[in-house]
């Protein structure tokens, strides 16, 4: 199995050489550095791992979708979408590829609430991730237990389907849209995930609505 | 009333629109239609001052009571529908950079793989 780990990173010098260095027996590590204006390109080369540029930050989605064109073009078999700031566990990626290499399913999703040890702060799950896992499910038909969790794999078929176009975080939205269209078999598994800051807040959250509107309009 | 002095000042002020406009039809940049669109829409406004009760007529049979009103309300339709214009065309800018920079990571790592 040809994996390969994408991580978009922006600003993450803080964290970046320990999460590379966790998840590299893993897989080919594609780092898409996203126009940072730390020393995150050069802590990600000298780490010794394929490191993809962004002249100018464009976004996580736009990152990501980077790094599976890269990824694509160089005939992988499974792809994995990791988070830069150290928030997910690199041994649980053999976990989140399993499905696929078993070749049960075309896409895993990392679900942070299937893992009860998970300690998600209250109020970011009250006001911000149980309305948006709702908002998710009701716009899209899935039964899903978490929304916009970075931890994903997707296999070589279904990365011939999945072309993000949503550059900034609607582009976790936009994942599971397609998976829906293209009729691609997936499947969540509990991840964990560490919490370090608030994330993404409720700004976010209703810029993701607006970029998913405009979106649609401008096919 | 007396509407002279206005009237002269917005008739001077679209005359320097519609010369503005001719130059950039002339070294064409713009097309053809858009400048036809241009110039109906300052039309409308020099009509508007010149001959203020045809707004009115036009209020009336669109049932609002005074031309002014009607004149602001389309006013605002219009600016609405330039921003919401706008804003796809920004949209569909922003994603063009972002093939453009997707293009020049992924040149440079594969002009990167001979040495």
Known sequence: MKTFIVIPCYNEAEHLAKVIAAVKPYGQVVLVDDGST??????????GVIVLRHLVNRGMGAALETGDSYAFKHGADVVVHFDADGQHLAEEIPRVIEPISQGKVDVVLGSRFLDP???????KKLLILKPAILFQNLLLG????DAHNGFRALSYAALS???????????????????????????????????HEFGQGFSTGLKILKDLFF????? | MNYLPLQIIVSLFVLLVIFRLSRKFKDSILKTSEFIGWLVIWAVVLVAFWLPNTASYLALLVGIGRGVDLAVYSAILIIFYLIF??????DKQQQQITKIIRHLALKEEDEKKPQ
């Open chain 1, 117 to 123: 040890g998970n300690n998600v702060p209250f109020l």
């Open chain 1, 38 to 47: 730390d020393q995150s390109f050069n802590i990600a080369k000298n780490c």
């Open chain 1, 161 to 195: 389907k999945i072309k993000i176009t949503q550059d900034e975080f609607a582009h976790a939205t936009e994942i599971i849209e397609l998976i829906k269209a293209h009729n691609l078999r997936y499947q969540e598994v509990p991840v964990t995930v560490k919490y």
């Open chain 2, 85 to 90: 214009r706008l804003y796809l065309k920004h």
């Open chain 1, 142 to 145: 899935v039964k899903l237990t």
């Open chain 1, 215 to 219: 979106g649609k309009i401008n096919r």
